[in-house]
């Protein structure tokens, strides 16, 4: 991430994305011996990996061997296979499996990019053949983002609403801690010491520099790309891929501004989240009129697709969701508009907290994955549905960006996005749902919490879900009575986290025409890439792991010099 203030006419690599996939291909040709830039259209670096949770889904990775647990290829095959069905690109399955640990390798050896692993972290369906109940999910070990120098400037900040106290982060240990600091001794040491490390971080920096989750992916990439020497354009926007006959041969930016390729061109701009009318084609409930909030960042448009698309790319529109979905509640503002929330893991599979439609019933297992409640939602026909709790869930877990005790939450009841009642009966009337149906699902639900068994929907009934829930509610983590007044709604409606169709690729990370002919001279990975796993959502980590993978299986094809023949 040099400080070059105008591009090159020309470089061996353009990478078009300064995400993790972006950079990750980017850093895997410069060792390769390859002169690179990166070009990003956005005015920060570090596209939608910034703002993500960080998790990197890699089976049989080098980190969870050396710690002696077990996983082979096999395994992680028939659990793909089993998720994914007949939409599964065997070829591509395979080259990401056999190469991600690889790339673990790689990357730990050759780049600041250093992983740890997760003992205990399930796959999403725990009871499927081949799935694994921890290893196969690597985090970034939490970055100093001083380290950056001025460069820390140029990284995109993560969601406001996902730190504390202007910019602090928090991972998945911190968090508990922070749940528990008023509970437990050494909970509250462990919040006092990051909050003084805050307090020194804020006389120098905007922001906290103890970067975690996506975060530190993102900033351990950029590092590693400043030491090698890469430079990073932001405000370069494509337009179109230039040409030389039928190869790819360089890029031209918003403002006519042409850069040569000699080797190649990778994109890597995190899809089309951003773009309404590209929604509304291949998102059915869209189509049908709902609201859809994404919580990727606004450059993604999809124009880098658009453009491979106009040279003869293949958009594959096939896959069974066209986005991973996430339930979203909409934060309002002072300005009268709002920003959205994603509900992922935080929320939903607690104790005495329930999701309901419009007409009052439950429809969906709230435990589920944040992708799998969407799927559920919009499976019901729903456009919107409640998340309710009582006052003990809520002061104890929090609710969306309602912060548990002692955190203060007032200013969300003033701003309407908490609706606050005494009794069931005056919530169902206060936001609107049929008053005798909500009483009939907070009692069923109540029988069967205080059994510890949800009949209806069994929310808590696997190993991934209790992982979510409470350890310390018994018999089941995740089930408890809605019985301690006052109770609590907030309002959730479809999302994403970025999306799933993409361009056609082989396993190079070559893009391929419809005849599946390769296009030479251009790559793709990420989220510009189609999702190996099709629309499906296995496990936490499933997008940046094959992103990293496949960036670094770009890079290392295009510096191979390997870039002719077909898929």
Known sequence: MSAAATPAKSYDLIVVGSGAAGMAA?????????????????????????????????????????????????????????????????????????????????????????????????????????????????????????????????????????????????????????????????????????????????????????????????????????????????????????????RVTGIESRDGEQILARRGVVLATGGFPANAELRKDVMPHVARGAAHYSMSPKPATGRAIMAAQEIGAHFITTNRNAAFWAPVSLIPEADGGSRPFPHLFLDRAKPGVIAVSPQGKRFVNEAASYHDFVSGMTDAGLAEAWLICDHRALRRYGLGPVRPDPAPYRHHLTSGYLKKAGTPAALAALIGVPEQALAVTIERFNSDAARGQDHEFGKGSTAYQTYLGDAENQPNPCLRPLENAPYYAVRIYPGDIGTSMGLSVDRHARVLREDRSVIPGLYACGNDMNSIMAGTYPGAGITLGPALTFGYIAGRHVSNGKDEGHG
Do not use: C
């Open 26 to 246: 980017a850093l895997t040709a410069r060792i390769g011996g390859l002169d690179v830039a990166i070009f990003e259209k956005d005015d920060l670096i570090g596209g939608s990996t910034a703002v993500s949770g960080g998790a990197i889904w890699i089976p049989n990775n080098p980190l969870m061997r050396a710690a002696g647990m077990e996983d082979d290829a096999d395994a992680a095959f028939e659990y793909l296979s089993g998720e994914v069905g007949n939409l599964i690109d065997v070829d591509l399955v395979k080259a990401f499996i056999e190469s991600g640990p690889e790339m673990v390798d790689f990357f730990q050896q050759n780049t600041e990019l250093k992983f740890e692993y997760r003992a205990f972290s399930p796959d999403y369906h725990p009871d499927r053949p081949g799935a694994a109940m921890g290893g196969r999910v690597l985090d970034a070990i939490t970055f100093d983002g001083r380290k950056l120098g001025k460069a820390f400037s140029r990284l995109k900040p993560p969601i406001a609403d996902f730190t504390l106290f202007g910019g602090m982060m928090l991972n998945r240990f911190d968090i508990g801690h922070f749940m528990n600091m008023t509970r437990k001794p050494a909970s509250a040491w462990h919040a006092a010491k990051l909050l003084a490390r805050h307090g020194r971080d804020r006389i120098s920096h905007s922001r906290g520099t103890r970067l975690t989750l996506g975060q530190a992916v993102a900033g351990r990439l950029a590092l590693s790309a400043l030491k090698r020497g890469i430079p990073v354009f932001t405000g370069m926007a494509l337009e179109r891929l230039v040409m030389d006959g039928d």
